[in-house]
């Protein structure tokens, strides 16, 4: 009964969103630039790293090409902390004359910038761009709304599996081939090393559980006629969900000590030497090998359900965008250009590791660096991303699947109470959001 109860709210409440959505979205007024300056200063706004010179260097070579090609043009680029570009963000759609020309954003930030009409549909430029034509399927889904696109690629993060060598090599053991592997390889280890956690996981590890919901063929949403429904209580969810809390106990990361962890935690055990197992990024190399397990650890692609097979991962990275109420649209659009093109990403690989978005230059890249190979088989594979919906920065926010994760292993509630209550709060978010 609770099942028909659900369903019918769950469409009644979709329909009354088709209905009210213009009244409930956030209203926004048109900040659509009434000129396109061809001469002049453009304000660009790019993440600050936290080693960020590097970086600095490769922006301030294609600031320099893209000035000497463009005379009569000038840039300045600040650097801006990722943890408060919300607020400095929505000041800027806000307010038009203070806002930047061109902006590095989160790919999961697409959807809500392109609902605040923060950003400007450059779709006609980026299909007419010579260099696009090799961005792989994943990135540029995520700079793409309803069909239509707002911005390039920069730069992709994937998660893959690290692992002790020299604690394999000690029991005997082969990295595991499958995800039942993997966890009956986890709490082997466990069992005969207790100080280790087999796997570290976190129940604030959202992105390190995805791919255990994902190879079993759940999905966190689904689309229809833009509207998204809540998929984490489905059938096949579910299965991912057992599997990853399944690892959360005595027997491998004990709950306790687990439950809270997020990704950042989960990689630094492993780095320190207190786990033989972590899910970590291309971009946990360096912490990796600042920590006591240098030279011992190898990488591979998460398993999938079967042997051979790539669980699929969540493909993170960043994008440059074009605001909408920029004055210099065209030079604005050429200057993404620039900064995202297959030069300027392949130094940022150099300089910061970061992947680059392009299939041709990643390979490249793994010629230089042999250590992203399985991140790049991983994104070959088939990476996945977040619902392209303005609803999902605040299902991040509020914590949904980490709290949903975190009930389970504290044995709070069952998988499909908890996975239904998370599924209602995803679904009351993508009706607030329209």
């Given at each position: 009964?609770?099942?028909?109860?659900?369903?019918?709210?769950?469409?009644?409440?979709?329909?009354?969103?088709?209905?009210?959505?213009?009244?409930?979205?956030?209203?926004?007024?048109?900040?659509?630039?009434?000129?396109?300056?061809?001469?002049?200063?453009?304000?660009?706004?790019?993440?600050?790293?936290?080693?960020?010179?590097?970086?600095?260097?490769?922006?301030?070579?294609?600031?320099?090409?893209?000035?000497?090609?463009?005379?009569?043009?000038?840039?300045?680029?600040?650097?801006?902390?990722?943890?408060?570009?919300?607020?400095?963000?929505?000041?800027?759609?806000?307010?038009?004359?203070?806002?930047?020309?061109?902006?590095?954003?989160?790919?999961?930030?697409?959807?809500?910038?392109?609902?605040?009409?923060?950003?400007?549909?450059?779709?006609?430029?980026?299909?007419?761009?010579?260099?696009?034509?090799?961005?792989?399927?994943?990135?540029?889904?995520?700079?793409?709304?309803?069909?239509?696109?707002?911005?390039?690629?920069?730069?992709?993060?994937?998660?893959?599996?690290?692992?002790?060598?020299?604690?394999?090599?000690?029991?005997?053991?082969?990295?595991?081939?499958?995800?039942?592997?993997?966890?009956?390889?986890?709490?082997?280890?466990?069992?005969?090393?207790?100080?280790?956690?087999?796997?570290?996981?976190?129940?604030?590890?959202?992105?390190?559980?995805?791919?255990?919901?994902?190879?079993?063929?759940?999905?966190?949403?689904?689309?229809?006629?833009?509207?998204?429904?809540?998929?984490?209580?489905?059938?096949?969810?579910?299965?991912?969900?057992?599997?990853?809390?399944?690892?959360?106990?005595?027997?491998?990361?004990?709950?306790?000590?687990?439950?809270?962890?997020?990704?950042?935690?989960?990689?630094?055990?492993?780095?320190?030497?207190?786990?033989?197992?972590?899910?970590?990024?291309?971009?946990?190399?360096?912490?990796?090998?600042?920590?006591?397990?240098?030279?011992?650890?190898?990488?591979?692609?998460?398993?999938?359900?079967?042997?051979?097979?790539?669980?699929?991962?969540?493909?993170?990275?960043?994008?440059?965008?074009?605001?909408?109420?920029?004055?210099?649209?065209?030079?604005?659009?050429?200057?993404?250009?620039?900064?995202?093109?297959?030069?300027?990403?392949?130094?940022?690989?150099?300089?910061?590791?970061?992947l680059p978005t392009?299939?041709?230059?990643?390979?490249?890249?793994?010629?230089?660096?042999?250590?992203?190979?399985?991140?790049?088989?991983?994104?070959?594979?088939?990476?996945?991303?977040?619902?392209?919906?303005?609803?999902?920065?605040?299902?991040?926010?509020?914590?949904v699947l980490p709290?949903?994760?975190?009930?389970?292993?504290?044995?709070?509630?069952?998988?499909?109470?908890?996975?239904?209550?998370?599924?209602?709060?995803?679904?009351a978010a993508f009706?607030?959001?329209?």
């Amino acid at each position: 009964m609770k099942l028909i109860s659900r369903t019918a709210a769950r469409a009644a409440a979709l329909v009354l969103a088709g209905i009210t959505a213009t009244a409930c979205a956030p209203q926004t007024s048109d900040n659509s630039a009434q000129q396109d300056d061809k001469s002049g200063t453009l304000r660009v706004w790019l993440f600050q790293e936290v080693n960020n010179k590097p970086k600095g260097q490769v922006v301030d070579a294609a600031v320099a090409a893209f000035e000497k090609a463009h005379r009569g043009a000038k840039v300045e680029v600040e650097y801006i902390p990722v943890e408060t570009r919300a607020q400095k963000m929505k000041a800027a759609f806000n307010d038009p004359k203070s806002a930047p020309d061109v902006i590095e954003y989160g790919n999961t930030d697409t959807a809500g910038y392109v609902r605040d009409g923060g950003l400007a549909d450059v779709s006609a430029e980026f299909n007419a761009w010579s260099e696009a034509k090799d961005t792989d399927p994943t990135a540029k889904q995520s700079v793409t709304v309803d069909g239509r696109i707002y911005g390039a690629p920069l730069f992709v993060g994937v998660r893959a599996l690290y692992y002790r060598t020299d604690v394999f090599e000690d029991l005997g053991i082969e990295a595991p081939k499958t995800q039942d592997e993997l966890i009956a390889t986890a709490k082997k280890i466990h069992k005969q090393k207790p100080d280790l956690y087999g796997l570290a996981v976190g129940g604030a590890y959202t992105y390190g559980a995805m791919p255990f919901i994902w190879a079993h063929g759940g999905e966190l949403a689904e689309e229809s006629g833009g509207s998204y429904t809540s998929a984490i209580d489905s059938p096949a969810a579910q299965k991912g969900i057992r599997a990853y809390t399944s690892l959360f106990g005595d027997d491998n990361c004990p709950a306790a000590k687990c439950a809270s962890m997020g990704g950042n935690a989960t990689v630094t055990a492993f780095a320190s030497g207190k786990a033989a197992m972590a899910i970590g990024g291309d971009f946990s190399h360096q912490a990796v090998d600042a920590g006591s397990v240098k030279g011992k650890y190898a990488v591979v692609p998460l398993p999938g359900l079967k042997a051979g097979e790539i669980a699929p991962a969540f493909a993170g990275g960043n994008n440059v965008g074009v605001l909408k109420s920029s004055s210099h649209r065209t030079l604005a659009v050429d200057l993404m250009k620039q900064l995202a093109g297959k030069e300027t990403q392949g130094k940022l690989f150099d300089a910061m590791g970061f992947l680059p978005t392009y299939t041709d230059v990643r390979t490249e890249a793994a010629k230089k660096r042999p250590f992203v190979e399985p991140f790049i088989t991983t994104l070959g594979a088939e990476a996945k991303f977040v619902p392209a919906s303005p609803a999902w920065g605040q299902i991040d926010a509020s914590l949904v699947l980490p709290t949903m994760f975190q009930e389970i292993v504290s044995g709070k509630k069952g998988i499909a109470t908890a996975s239904g209550d998370a599924a209602e709060k995803m679904d009351a978010a993508f009706t607030d959001a329209g």
